[in-house]
């Protein structure tokens, strides 16, 4: 329901867009074509300056319309299919540096969240932020303990700011769709969709603080990065106190060199554990900007800020590991295949002309250092060619790509010359070689048994009603409108049924005895059954 808040800050925003002349480019392209007329109505006359770059004019619109826009800037500037590279690169610099908010203020929050007074809680409390983002900012405080802590603080407000401010989004989502020729192409209801996911789990702290445990569990025996304690004690859905850690600027080469750290093997450690988190965990760090990351003397990593994790499907990572590796190989007709079998390409693609496309795209990349290449053209190039075949970017794997590109920036600037591709290869190849294994298919099968055997009862009587039903067909005249006539359905769900339960069988046999010659029996009984049912004639 559209309120007259809603309606307000849809004009907050219309104005913004035409104060920065960011409808130019897209007006002309509006079915409607009075539609124009009223955004010159509603948001007034455009004042700017139109040898300023649009990218920039973006940029400083989503600065202005707040800490939600700048979040979503960021989420855009991963759709390189959608804008070019000036554009991407002008998102790519919008940080969460947003004014702080009173620290009086967050110290009567943290009171009011902890039931306390402050002064019994820390035996000092910073009021002057030492970070503030979009969502919360940091203050530095010691515990009672003597322990140094972060406690990071929800802004007051945030959440019905947050709510408002995508409704809008969605309204507008909307409206793009109705007005803009091609918009599917676009999906905007899907993009504010992730946003609207990634925000909504920013604004409980607890959440975040339960990744960063995740996270510390997970690498608390790894030397090259280091995640600091949550102090669950004093965390809350608006507060999280957090273990303080220092350390020098990823972004400072010259001190890092200074200290000693040894770059190139400092930048093949950030490559192998992103790709570790992200395909061997499913889990990873989602917003891998300067800010989160710091560097001990000894060339250890120390990261923080938990709010944005990446979780990727077992599906997600095999269509990732087996492209990427396609790339690496150049072999560009794996990709076709990949796209065509994964069912993300339409079945009417020319799969000769596609590969044709994504070799004169990616070849040029290939084997290269990272000093002398950039995915994000890279990536924006072949998006504009998925596009044109019909293929959709896939909104999950947004945060893996805006993160990836997030990667290469920093290894940019720390070892320009390192090939991130070879450096992740064979992590990525270590991946596809146990996904492969009989380890990896007993694993998946021991994992499944619990369900098969819940559904194991069931199939007499599935079959025992399929078959009544077609017996009572037959008797009726009625048929069941196959190719094959009724006595062929009921011959194919019979061994259907039969082989579905001789791999039941297989599964449990497995599970409870190991591999064994009933194993095997069962197993040959089971791809006979199946053999029948399914014949190689049927189309």
Known sequence: MITV????????????IRKYGLDEPYTGHLSVPFLASILNFVGGKAEFDDQQPYGVRLREALQELGPIFIKFGQIMSTRPDLFPEDVIRELNVLQDQVLPFSGVQAR??????????????????????????????????????????????????????INLDIQVMYFLARLFNLFRPNSENYRPRELVEYFENVML??????????????????????????????SWKYTRSDVMVLERVEGLSIRDVDELQEAGVDLQLFSENLVRTFFVQAFHDRFFHGDLHPGNLFVSDLGQLRVVDFGIMGILSEIDCKYLVENILAILRQDYQRVVDLHIRSGWAPPDISAQEF??????????????????????????????????????????????????????????????ELDIGETARPILEDWARKQASISSLSEKIRTETPYLLSVAPEIPRLAHTVLSYIRQSQMQGQGMGSIHGTGGISRELFFTLLGSASLIAVVVDWSGDGFGFLTLLLGVAAAICLRIAWPNSRK
Do not use: W
């Open 108 to 161: 009567q929050i943290v009171e009011e969240s902890l039931n306390s007074p402050i002064d019994s809680v820390f035996s000092s409390f910073d009021e002057i932020p030492v970070a503030s983002a979009s969502v919360a900012q940091a203050h530095n405080a010691v515990l009672r303990n003597d322990e140094q802590v972060v406690v990071k603080v929800l802004r007051p407000g945030i959440r019905d700011q």
């Open 355 to 416: 590969e044709i496309c994504i070799r004169s795209v990616c070849e040029q990349y290939v084997n290269r250092p990272v000093g002398e290449i950039s995915s994000g053209r890279l990536m924006g190039r072949l998006f504009r060619v998925f596009r044109e075949f019909g293929i959709v970017v896939q909104p999950q794997l947004l945060l893996f790509q805006k993160t990836y590109l997030n990667l290469e920036g920093l290894v940019k600037t720390l070892c320009p």
């Open 5 to 16: 808040a809603h309606l307000r800050r849809l004009r907050e925003i219309i104005r913004t």
């Open 201 to 230: 789990n920013s604004l409980d702290l607890t959440v975040e603080a339960a990744n960063a445990s995740r996270f510390r569990n997970r690498f608390g025996d790894d030397d090259f990065i280091y995640v600091p304690q949550v």
